[in-house]
């Protein structure tokens, strides 16, 4: 069997300097080393000095994180994301709601380590990330990544979910802001109206409608049904939700059944839908309304300013921060957050313009 001396690896390369060759070549046992770097007060001066001199001449340099696993605790808190990190970076929503959790980290002193899934799966990535407690986005209470969690021992908290007795949740009134957003419209007089949603995904033929989505439906369903109308009345169309998709749907919208109001469950889908109606040449809101959910930034400065729900998004980063950090001290706390929502009403909003066909259901 082949041999090497400390910090030669086989074939001559140079391997990483490990706790057992600074205790050699300082003269103490490997507990020492150990001691030098995390509890200094343990040693004489000298001895650790002795150690920390031959750390250096080596390039020794502690595995902070296997210290931090083995005294399980990494001082990093994990964000399990639903989408690759290429899509939520392009969300100014997921800027926004990391923008509260990072706020928080920053306070308490913790790292922030963003979770995509691995290999389209959110469940497989769970074992990879050395974190001490998780914000899970997207994900009800009965998946299996919230059961593996539980599994684990892994503190947990789920946001825009749906609450459940056991799990710790922080969520927004998604009902009354889309019951408010189609309200403003149908006050307004719309009666030819689309719906732009964001996709369900692939369970939604079995399951149907979940989480804050079945929410935000629920509040339409409700706004129309005070007009005498139904969801099949207006036009739904379920997009990804992207800017790219908002104006890709919203122009296949304007030429299949051309809407005078564009209702958005997400500001980048309204967006995408206003860029679609400039690239049309209609004027927004003098020939189609458009409004969102979220209140981005953009929506104040965006021409014309945008008409939409505002959810407190940093405010839900904190919040969802703060609860994970009482889960993982195991402190006392209140296992369910409901943050409210309100209508903002600027510019892209407006009566209809007068014309044929615009009073009665569906137009």
């Not at 910090?7 to 600074?22: F, K, Q």
């Not at 995390?38 to 001199?53: F, H, M, Q, V, Y």
């Not at 908290?157 to 889309?178: F, I, T, W």
């Not at 957050?337 to 009665?360: F, Y």
């Amino acid at each position: 069997m082949r041999t090497t001396s400390a910090g030669t690896a086989p074939g001559g390369g140079r391997s990483r300097p490990t706790a057992n060759d600074v205790a050699k070549a300082a003269g103490v046992s490997r507990s020492a080393v150990s001691f030098a770097f995390n509890s200094p007060e343990k040693l004489s001066e000298g001895t650790r000095d002795r150690i920390l001199a031959a750390a250096q001449e080596l390039s020794y340099v502690p595995n902070t994180l296997a210290r931090m696993l083995k005294a399980g605790q990494t001082q990093s808190l994990g964000v399990l994301l639903p989408q690759n990190l290429a899509k939520v970076l392009e969300n100014p929503y997921y800027a926004r709601f990391l923008t509260g959790v990072g706020q928080v980290c920053d306070e308490q002193g913790y790292t922030l380590l963003l979770t995509p899934p691995l290999r389209d799966s959110m469940l497989k990535a769970i074992p990879y990330a050395a974190v001490d407690g998780f914000i899970v986005c997207g994900l009800e209470h009965d998946r299996g990544e919230v059961a593996e969690l539980r599994r684990r021992g892994i503190p947990f908290v789920l946001v825009d979910s749906s609450a459940h007795d056991g799990v710790p949740s922080v969520d927004v009134d998604d009902e009354g802001g889309a019951y408010e957003a189609m309200r403003h419209v149908l006050d307004l007089g719309h009666r030819r109206i689309a719906l732009l949603s964001i996709d369900p995904g692939p369970e939604h033929a079995e399951r149907g409608y979940r989480g804050p989505l079945a929410r935000r439906i629920a509040g339409i369903i409700r706004a129309l049904a005070e007009s005498g109308m139904g969801l099949d009345d207006v036009r739904l169309t379920e997009v990804p939700a992207t800017r790219m998709d908002g104006f890709h749907a919203a122009k296949s919208l304007m030429a299949s059944t051309s809407p005078t109001a564009i209702v958005a469950m997400s500001d980048i889908l309204a967006f995408g839908a206003v860029d679609a109606l400039h690239d049309l040449g209609l004027n927004v809101p003098g020939d189609v309304t458009v409004t969102g959910y979220d209140d981005l930034p953009e929506s104040s400065w965006t021409r014309p300013r945008l008409t939409t729900i505002r959810q407190a998004i940093t405010t839900k980063g904190r919040t969802a921060a703060d609860l994970l950090f009482s889960a993982i001290r195991n402190e006392d706390q209140h296992p369910h957050q409901l943050l409210g929502t309100h209508l903002v009403v600027r510019d892209s909003s407006a009566r209809p313009a007068a014309g044929p066909g615009l009073s009665g259901p569906g137009g």
